[in-house]
Structure formats: structure tokens, C-alpha cells
């Protein structure tokens, strides 16, 4: 189902940490369906013409997460939420979920209060303060397999959790040689690639064959930071996360928690590569796990419109296959 060229699609940019989120407010068709995953599902195979146009080049970039709101599938909810990005459609994402908040109350649809988020994983829970600081109560997360062993390519080999936080990851510490700076982002950013090419290659999975799309590196923060922890995450698309990753900083918190190296209300703030931070807590879940509470803030960038040029040559984006 491909709209009529000419067609606007109202979009508000904005950043959580330093990683974008562009949320869909207008101009679009509503993708069918009774949960959430299943508007998901008819977006990705009938509608995956309004992903490229959104979060692919020219108007997208490789970092950029895509939001569309839609009716929730539960009626306590404020809205309903689909992930996205330039390579495909995400499972949850706190940070894009943090910028949705913000985006709604620029909107003036909502005002600090307590309300839920419909999410393809589940509701997440969000406590909205006059300062605009966010609390967001994500999904069950849990610690799937520890200490996971992985032969790299050309040789050596690493070890690390594979858990979920809302997307899968293999959580592993950096290797010495690798800094966990800005200046090293490249060479991160290769070191990770290896690590998820190989456990493709391995057939090391998540729950139910789940591809482990996320790779999260960890370290000491640097010492002018009030952190526990610095991160570096590799998304699906291969570009790093600018914030320290709201899912991922779940997935990172259930690893704790079943090591025994974190308590129920105790907090954990998790620096990411660009230094900013964010904080958590967490309180077990009975069926195991932990309901993870990450809190941040998210800024407004910009409010646009996405114009459909008939004679463009790329009117729907350059799709990355």
C-alpha cells in the first residue's frame, strides 16, 4: 500500500542523550491490526515505504530511530508506539520511547504525570516530571544465558551474556587495547561487527532462535564521570548509540541482578560513549527477571514535514538492503 506521491508526513525530531529520534505524528495511513505486534507485522509487509522515507538517506541516517504513534491495544495506554530504523523495525527502544514522551508533551498531550506506553514487547510504565525528567518502567528483562563463549574470526575468542532488555544483546567487557572513547568509535565499531557476524555464523541465538542483534562493550567510566559504568552499543544498522541505550542498560541491570551485584532500588547510572548518562533501578519480576526502570531526559530538535517529490528519483528513501 504505497501513498500518492505529494503526500506530507509531519514529523518532530529530537534527541535523548545525544541518540535521535524522529516520531511520526501525520500524514499517514494507520497500519491495521489488534496489538501492537500485529501493526508492526502489516507496517513491515505492506507499509515499509513510510521506514525508508523516514529513517533511510536522503532525509534519514544510519543513528536515527523512527517512531510511528498509533491507537494503543490497550486501553489504559496514551498511545501506541513502533520502532524503526534504517535497516528494519526494532522491538522496543527506551530512548526512542523517552524522545516519544517529550515529543508529547510538546504536543500538549500530555503533562508531568504517571501513564503507559503500548510497545510491540509490552506497556511501559512512564513517570513524567515538571524538569522533563522521564522514569520509564520498561518490559521483563532477564538474563538468558551467562558467560557465553565466541570464536572470533581470524583467530582468539569472547566471553559474555546474551540477555533481553527489550532487544536481544551480548553483553561483553572492551578488550584492553580498545578505549572506550570517541576517538575509537571506528575501531569499536569493527570489534563489535566481528563479535555479532560470528555469533551468527555460530548459530548463538536468544529465546526461540531470536537473532542477537545488539552488542553492548563495557568499561570503567572515566574518572571526571558519576557513573558505575561506560558502555559502547552497536545497533542493528552498525551505527553505535549515542545515548549509553535504554535497553540495553536493561539487558545490563538483569545481568546484574542475577549475579547478585545490584538490589532491588538500587541505583546504577551508565555512562555511554558521548559521556551522558543514564540512571537505573530495578525490582524482580515474579516470573523471573527484573522490571528495569531507566531514567533520562530528551530534547526537541525540530519539526518538519517529509515531502514526497514526484520527480525525485528517491522519492520513498535509498533503501539499504
Not at 508492526?40 to 517512531?67: I, K, S
Not at 531526559?297 to 519539526?303: D, G, K, L, R
Request: glycine content about 10%; proline content about 7%; aromatic content about 8%.
Amino acid at each position: 500500500m504505497t501513498p500518492d506521491l505529494n503526500c506530507r508526513i509531519r514529523v518532530i525530531d529530537s534527541h535523548t542523550a545525544g541518540e535521535p529520534t524522529r516520531v511520526v505524528i501525520s500524514g499517514t495511513p494507520m497500519p491495521i491490526g489488534k496489538t501492537i505486534a500485529d501493526k508492526r507485522a502489516y507496517l513491515m509487509a505492506e507499509m515499509d515505504w513510510l521506514r525508508t522515507a523516514v529513517a533511510c538517506e536522503p532525509r534519514g541516517h544510519a543513528a536515527l530511530v523512527g517512531a510511528l504513534l498509533c491507537p494503543p491495544e490497550h486501553a489504559e495506554c496514551e498511545t501506541g508506539v513502533i520502532f524503526f530504523n534504517n535497516v528494519g523495525y526494532l522491538n522496543g527502544c527506551i530512548h526512542g520511547t523517552i524522545g516519544v514522551v517529550q515529543t508529547l508533551r510538546h504536543l500538549n498531550r500530555v503533562r508531568p504525570s504517571s501513564f503507559k506506553i503500548d510497545t510491540p514487547t509490552g506497556v511501559v510504565s512512564i513517570s513524567l516530571s515538571e524538569s522533563g525528567l522521564v522514569e520509564a518502567a520498561n518490559v521483563r528483562s532477564f538474563r538468558h544465558l551467562p558467560n557465553v563463549r565466541v570464536e572470533l574470526v581470524g583467530g582468539g575468542e569472547v566471553y559474555g551474556d546474551i540477555a533481553w532488555g527489550g532487544n536481544w544483546f551480548f553483553l561483553t567487557d572492551a578488550p584492553k587495547h580498545l578505549p572506550l572513547q570517541s576517538a575509537y568509535v571506528e575501531e569499536l565499531t569493527l570489534y563489535a561487527w566481528k563479535i555479532r557476524t560470528a555469533l551468527r555464523e555460530q548459530e548463538i541465538t536468544g529465546v526461540d532462535g531470536s537473532e542477537i542483534d545488539h552488542i553492548e562493550l563495557f568499561g570503567a567510566p572515566d574518572d571526571s564521570l558519576v557513573a558505575d559504568s561506560k558502555n559502547f552499543v552497536l545497533c542493528p544498522g552498525k551505527a553505535y548509540d549515542r545515548s549509553p541505550c535504554g535497553t540495553g542498560t536493561s539487558a545490563k541491570l538483569a545481568c546484574l541482578y542475577e549475579s547478585g551485584k545490584l538490589q532491588p532500588g538500587e541505583r546504577w547510572r551508565q555512562a555511554g560513549i558521548l559521556n551522558t548518562v543514564f540512571e537505573g533501578r530495578v525490582q524482580p519480576h515474579p516470573d523471573g527477571g527484573v522490571i528495569p526502570t531507566i531514567c533520562g531526559s530528551a530534547s526537541i530538535t525540530m519539526e518538519a514535514e517529509i515531502l514526497i517529490d514526484p520527480n525525485d528519483i528517491f522519492p520513498w528513501g535509498i533503501v539499504n538492503r
